[in-house]
């Protein structure tokens, strides 16, 4: 059984751009640990030799013409940025 | 009210009969909304003006013009995107998200001339089974309004449930149609992954999530899916194949045809209601000519564990473009720009979202890799075999959609893997990518069970063929829930 630790879980949060307290991370921890604890009745299976799936249609490299056709009016693009100016998005400071 | 509960051959013959117009029906559609949502909570956004405005307009349109679906009103789920009408996935993460553009489908349905009539509730994300996941609010089961109607698209089957709209569309990744359509009593279809294109429907797990139709009846549920799915160059996984006239397929005829059951799906923690609902129904299509015969799903108390290393992956991975930079709920905390992502994100998304999203991010990280997602995609072959030597030999595989019927409000939140363990007998459905339909079968203390009817790729019609021949010989279909609190009736 894998157990998940507080400091697991803030470490996994950080990799997935979340901000988590103390608090939630214990909480987490504990559910997480519980989930993964039930996830590992598949390793009662033998799956040696066994393909894996990552999509169910025989379907490969789905390719289309080469040929450029117009994109979306800049003003529509722009319609749900909430802080813009002169056609940029504005972004807080990147380094401190 | 004289339209409610009315099927679509129905309302065109009054149509047709001049006895309603298009903008009648639209208009006592949004009387009947407005009656109803303080009872059911199911929409999210309405369309009222811009849909009456499309309504008055259709009635000019030429009866010769006009096909089956023609100016009839349809709900359509938050998860699916409509340009100028506000889609949030039931997250504050995009709250006053306006999209730019339609979806596929959005389009099909304007093209047969649908009136979409609002948005409806989710689960987060389309991650829950209960819509007790959305930001926004709690739809509640028209059947008993302080039970759950299940999700993620409750909203989409409380809506047709209690006669506010006779269609809507929902999406399903692990069970997200045909669980709240049991639970609402009402006809939910997933079909063929690749089915219908998912272009405009907002990711949750790529390789699983499918677009599909909720109604009242069978027929109406082959019309709207006829009209929504096709190929679409848009969705690279959507299937280049022909679409058939599924409501053709409606013929009652199940003589000679073959049934598997699987013993997995009346095993322990199903109840015995949804096993007597069940035992009922496949001695009714007995009786009809089918052949019932037990047979063996052997690895389907795996989809579980697979399901949600699959899913939470493909989630973890899908739900990394919301970042509040340029659409969407945006921090006030910002810092620099490692913090503002930060905020924003743990702001934005409720928990069983980040939950799934740290699932996900753990599965797919070093070291865990293999033990957890290759796993999990093997284990996903194993169950697609299953289906593929059953539909060898049957036409069709038949069990219930749900353990039970539609619990509590309340009673399973924040215990995760209860919660979980609703979606068992659906999930399998989705790893195989094969086709189900959940169609009432009978009741448990005035709560609605479902029967799943699953057939093998790109077969929705035998599926159909048999729910219709099913719900043909039965009247579950034609009760209608009595909302309390003085609603209109």
Redesign the interface.
């Given at each position: 059984m894998a157990k998940?630790t507080k400091e697991?879980?803030i470490e996994?949060?950080?990799?997935?751009?979340?901000?988590?307290t103390d608090e939630e991370a214990e909480h987490?921890a504990e559910?997480?640990e519980?989930?993964?604890n039930?996830?590992?009745?598949?390793?009662e299976?033998d799956?040696e030799g066994?393909?894996?799936?990552?999509?169910?249609?025989p379907?490969v490299n789905?390719l289309?013409e080469d040929k450029a056709s117009p994109g979306?009016p800049i003003e529509?693009?722009m319609?749900?940025?909430?802080?813009q100016e002169a056609g940029h998005?504005k972004?807080?400071?990147?380094?401190? | 009210m004289k339209f409610v509960d009315k099927t679509s051959a129905e309302l065109q013959e009054l149509i047709h009969n001049k006895e309603a117009t298009i903008a009648d029906i639209t208009k006592e559609t949004f009387e009947r909304i407005h009656a109803l949502e303080p009872h059911v909570d199911a929409f999210l956004a309405l369309n009222e003006d811009e849909a009456t405005r499309q309504a008055s307009e259709m009635d000019e349109v030429p009866f010769g013009e006009r096909g089956p679906l023609f100016g009839l009103p349809i709900g359509v789920k938050d998860n699916i995107v409509t340009e100028g009408l506000e889609t949030t996935c039931s997250s504050r993460i995009l709250e006053g998200f306006n999209p730019i553009y339609n979806a596929t489908v959005v389009e099909k349905l304007r093209a047969a001339g649908m009136i979409i009539v609002g948005k409806l509730n989710m689960d987060e994300f389309a991650m829950g089974s209960s819509n007790e996941n959305s930001y926004y609010k709690n739809t509640k089961n028209p059947w008993n309004l302080e039970t759950v109607p299940g999700g993620s698209s409750g909203g989409s089957a409380a809506a047709v449930a209690a006669g506010e709209v006779p269609f809507s569309l929902g999406s399903d990744t692990g069970g997200s149609i045909r669980q709240p359509a049991a639970f609402c009593g009402v006809v939910g279809m997933k079909p063929t992954y690749g089915r219908i294109s998912r272009f405009g429907l907002v990711a949750y797990a790529s390789s699983l999530d499918q677009i599909g139709p909720i109604t009242r009846t069978v027929e109406d549920n082959a019309r709207l899916l006829e009209a929504i799915c096709g190929h679409d160059e848009r969705d690279s996984t959507s299937a280049n194949i022909e679409v058939p006239n599924f409501a053709a397929a409606l013929t009652g005829d199940v003589e000679g045809l073959r049934i598997g059951v699987p013993k997995e799906y009346f095993a322990e923690g199903v109840g015995e209601s949804s096993i007597k609902a069940v035992k009922e129904a496949l001695k009714v299509l007995e009786g009809k000519g089918a052949i019932v015969e037990e047979i063996s799903l052997p690895h389907s108390k795996y989809a579980l564990s697979a399901y949600y290393i699959l899913a939470s992956s493909e989630a973890s991975s899908n739900l990394s473009r919301f970042d509040g930079i340029r659409y969407g709920y945006r921090t006030e905390k910002a810092g620099n720009l490692l913090d503002f992502y930060m905020n924003t994100r743990s702001e934005g998304f409720g928990d069983e979202v980040k939950r799934r999203i740290m699932l996900g991010t753990y599965a797919l990280s070093s070291g865990y890799y293999d033990a957890y997602y290759k796993k999990a995609q093997k284990v996903r072959t194993l169950i697609k075999k299953d289906f593929d030597d059953a539909f060898a030999q049957y036409d069709v595989i038949i069990g219930p959609t749900t353990p039970t019927p539609a619990f509590k409000i309340g009673e399973k939140v924040d215990e995760p893997l209860t919660m979980y363990a609703n979606d068992i007998l659906t999930i399998p459905v989705n790893l195989a990518g094969v086709p189900a339909i959940s169609v009432p079968c009978g009741f448990d203390n005035g709560l609605p069970l479902g029967l799943q009817i699953i057939g093998s790729y790109f077969d929705e019609e035998t599926v159909y063929r048999v729910a219709h021949a099913y719900e043909q010989a039965t009247d579950f279909h034609k009760k209608t829930p009595q909302i309390q609190e003085g609603a209109a009736q």
């Open positions: 998940i697991e879980v996994v949060a950080h990799l997935a751009r979340l901000a988590i987490f559910q997480l519980a989930i993964t039930a996830m590992e009745l598949l390793n299976l799956t066994v393909e894996p799936t990552t999509h169910v249609l379907v789905v289309r979306l529509q693009v319609k749900n940025v909430r802080e998005v972004v807080p400071t990147i380094l401190d | -």
